[in-house]
């Protein structure tokens, strides 16, 4: 299985400055066939289910505000939030879905600080 | 609008059984893969299982291989989940997750989950 970690658990930002969030996996997830990452990050708010953000490591899901955005390549990504709003108050998970079963990164918690 | 709904989770003593449903609306159902995702309250996300839309094929995680079957009625626009030989570590909120059409290992919509709780 595909490992994924992530960096930092833990992050408070301010609101309106940038939130960095790195992921990792464990072997590359780009199919040299089409040249695309297999690699997609979600949101949780408390109590609710994850939400698709990006996808392909840097296609925004539709309706997913454009200061999400995300970057990387092979095995190294990472999702930035360009200008921290309250409601971004959040754990954000990588995910690969490069080879079966499909694996989830811990978790970055992001606060407001 | 487009939904999940999950039912069926409830607290079952060990080695107990429990079938877990999950109700599609808003799109046509039939047309997408599904997946079933648990996770651990306060903890990370386990894929589980996956199903094609015309049920042709399954796959499973190694860790309920052989004790959880998916399944699903496109008439119905549910999808399964029957959970056999349950575990205290099987505890966990489960969510159904529609599979995205770029791709069936990714997830664009999921329910609100629902809560299985193994202890004797």
């Known amino acids: 299985d595909i490992v994924m970690t992530q960096s930092p658990d833990s992050l408070a930002v301010s609101l309106g400055e940038r939130a960095t969030i790195n992921c990792k996996s464990s072997?590359?997830?780009?199919?040299?066939?089409?040249?695309?990452?297999?690699l997609a990050w979600y949101q949780q708010k408390s109590g609710q289910p994850p939400k698709l953000l990006i996808y392909?490591?840097?296609a925004r899901e539709s309706g997913v505000p454009d200061r999400f955005s995300g970057s990387g390549s092979g095995t190294d990504f990472t999702l930035t939030i360009s200008s921290l709003q309250a409601e971004d108050v959040a754990v954000y998970y990588c995910?690969?879905?490069?080879?079966?079963?499909?694996?989830f990164g811990p978790g970055t918690k992001v606060d407001i600080k | 609008q487009v939904q999940l709904v999950e039912s069926g989770g409830g607290l079952v003593k060990p080695g107990g059984s429990l079938r877990l449903s999950c109700a599609a609306s808003?799109?046509?159902?039939?047309?997408?893969?599904m997946s079933w995702i648990r996770q651990v309250p306060g903890k990370g996300l386990e894929w589980l299982s996956y199903?094609?839309?015309?049920?042709?094929?399954?796959n499973y995680a190694d860790s309920v291989r052989g004790r959880f079957t998916i399944s699903r009625d496109n008439v119905k626009n549910s999808l399964y989940l029957q959970m056999n030989s349950l575990r205290a570590g099987d505890t966990a909120v489960y969510y159904c997750?529609?599979?995205?059409?770029?791709?069936?290992?990714?997830?664009?919509?999921w329910g609100q989950g629902t809560m299985v709780t193994v202890s004797s």
């Open positions: 997750a529609r599979c995205a059409i770029f791709d069936r290992d990714a997830f664009d919509i």
């Open positions: 808003g799109f046509t159902f039939s047309d997408y893969d």
């Open positions: 199903i094609t839309s015309s049920s042709s094929y399954t």
């Open positions: 072997q590359s997830v780009l199919y040299s066939s089409n040249n695309k990452n297999y």
């Open positions: 392909w490591a840097s």
């Open positions: 995910q690969q879905y490069y080879s079966s079963p499909p694996t």
